[in-house]
């Protein structure tokens, strides 16, 4: 589930792949979240896309979003989500759709060895 940790300490959580990541480009139809249906609804109740549903979702949840797009109308696309509110029911059906599963690496993962160069400790 989406930890909403240290917003009270001025700490803001990043969301690197906050419209999918990894289920978006390998392939796994059934896995995207741009083919969720719950997100789908949303979206077509908002007159918006998936992505903008999701990073609206991050934003109402006080997490900063960083998608990643090279396409300057999808880059476009993902600035036009302030001129909507998810609902909170909106928001808790998004929020059920958690499965528990980590779409990357587990953090232990991250090491030299794996990436053969170095990574920075400060």
Do not use: C
Not at 49 to 55: G, I, P, S
Not at 67 to 80: C, L
């Amino acid at each position: 589930p989406l930890q909403r940790l240290g917003t009270e300490h001025g700490i803001l959580t990043q969301a690197w792949s906050p419209i999918g990541g990894i289920t978006s480009y390998r392939g796994d139809e059934s896995r995207s979240t741009f083919n969720d249906p719950v997100i789908r609804a949303i979206a077509e109740a908002h007159g918006k896309t998936t992505a903008q549903v999701m990073l609206r979702w991050h934003l109402q949840n006080g997490v900063q979003a960083i998608p990643k797009s090279v396409t300057p109308a999808r880059i476009a696309e993902n600035f036009d989500v302030f001129d909507f509110v998810l609902s909170a029911d909106e928001i808790g059906r998004i929020d059920d759709l958690d499965s528990g599963v980590r779409g990357g690496p587990e953090p232990e993962a991250i090491t030299l060895e794996a990436f053969g160069r170095e990574i920075p400790e400060e």
